[in-house]
């Protein structure tokens, strides 16, 4: 069975290659029209979509999947025409293929252009939110990129539909065949097969829990960009507006929990936290939030539960908050270095100098002064679509958006320049 799956991915890779090599030469016209074809095109089949992740969710109950994940499968017609509304923005962005990032001309006469072009193959490893089938593939082909999508088995029967439908659209809108390719099966075999797809798939990008992650990570012989799991903090500083900071943290952890930009850890200032957390205590608890807290935390809220060293650390995905109350700035930008997974914190104050060294301080791809961390997404951000978000360093950090799928190429123009 390994063999064969590594050969069926091979063919997907092969064909998807010859895909990549029309797009990087398609115009925006046409991609924008594809875009808008395959927008309309979830549209008009949002009732066989929804049937498809009816199964989906009838079988995740079935296995006991948490109320976060079937959260994160369902499908309703407002999260249909939420990504078909992000496909028609990804049509409106500037293209990024082309564009001359820099130019000069050497004292030679040979002119060299710094020049944006698509990556080719991208590979996309995820799990159980369908919604990326569509995400990445807007994504890849807006930025010139074919894509092969290997999703969950939570899923399976949501991304077959997905794919099928905005593949077709793409096809006869004029995009090459196979530009957009769903892998037909959740064996892990297959995803190995990716993961050592050397010369095949140019770049893999892994969407989903740490195992996931970390497992692509590890095991990839081509190249990975990593996304990260969220374990987002919001410090509620000594100066803060008490009202704003409550709005801020509830929204941010009860909004919708199960993804990773939701607030897991709130960090108050031991000056105002006698004032404050009785009341966002209460409101937390109304909204069914389960409060694990530090010792001063229980004291002031007592039905709360004693917080581990564990708790400091974890996504939890779900309705539970980690509240700990700290002395200082420097004590929550500590705690949050320390424990967090460098992807979205926040800080809520009226303290400008506070503001500016939590900004500068804390290592996260995404810093917010007094907003909620739940807009850390390409949507938000007027990027359109998302891939993901990258928690590292190389290449790509925060929201990825079609800048993120691309490379470059030197280009240079000479008039019979020869090297001495």
Not at 94 to 119: C, E, T, Y
Not at 406 to 414: E, F, L, N, R, S
Request: hydrophobic content about 40%.
């Amino acid at each position: 069975m390994a063999t064969q799956l590594d050969s069926s991915i091979e063919q997907m890779a092969r064909s998807a290659q010859k895909a990549a090599a029309r797009l990087a030469v398609t115009s925006s016209k046409e991609k924008d029209a594809a875009l808008i074809a395959m927008a309309d095109a979830l549209v008009e089949h949002q009732d066989r979509i929804i049937d498809s992740n009816r199964k989906d969710l009838e079988a995740g109950r079935e296995s006991g999947l948490s109320e976060a994940l079937i959260d994160r499968l369902t499908l309703t017609g407002k999260r249909i025409a939420d990504m078909a509304e992000g496909l028609n923005q990804l049509a409106a962005l500037p293209d990024p293929i082309g564009r001359v990032n820099r130019g000069w001309r050497l004292p030679n006469g040979l002119d060299i252009k710094k020049v944006s072009v698509p990556l080719g193959v991208i590979g996309i490893i995820f799990e159980s939110r369908p919604n990326v089938t569509v995400d990445a593939a807007g994504l890849c082909l807006k930025s010139g990129n074919a894509v092969i999508l290997r999703g969950g088995k939570e899923a399976i029967h949501s991304n077959l539909v997905l794919a099928d439908v905005i593949a077709q659209a793409a096809v006869r809108s004029g995009m090459p065949q196979d530009c957009i390719q769903l892998v037909p099966t959740t064996d892990r075999a297959a995803a190995t097969a990716m993961m050592e797809a050397i010369g095949l798939i140019d770049c893999l990008i892994p969407r989903g829990g740490s195992g996931l992650i970390q497992s692509v990570v590890q095991n990839a012989k081509v190249p990975v960009i990593e996304t990260g799991v969220g374990n987002c903090h919001t410090f509620v500083d000594s100066s803060a507006d008490l009202q704003m900071a409550e709005d801020i943290a509830f929204n941010a952890k009860v909004q919708r929990c199960g993804v990773c930009n939701a607030m897991e850890t709130l960090l108050v200032h031991s000056d105002i936290a006698e004032q404050f957390l009785p009341g966002m205590c209460h409101r937390l608890r109304e909204a069914g939030v389960e409060i694990r807290g530090d010792e001063t935390v229980r004291r002031i809220c007592p039905d709360a539960v004693a917080a581990t060293e564990e708790d400091w650390a974890t996504e939890y995905l779900g309705l539970i908050l980690a509240i700990r109350v700290v002395d200082s700035l420097d004590q929550a930008i500590e705690h949050i270095n320390t424990y967090g997974s460098k992807h979205s914190d926040c800080i809520v104050t009226r303290d400008y100098n506070a503001a500016q060294r939590f900004e500068h301080e804390i290592d996260a791809a995404a810093v917010y002064v007094n907003a909620s961390t739940r807009f850390t997404d390409g949507f938000q951000y007027g990027l359109g679509a998302e891939i993901g978000i990258s928690t590292q360093k190389l290449h790509a950090r925060g929201p990825m958006g079609l800048e993120e799928l691309t490379t470059v190429k030197y280009v240079c123009y000479g008039n019979g320049q020869i090297r001495s």
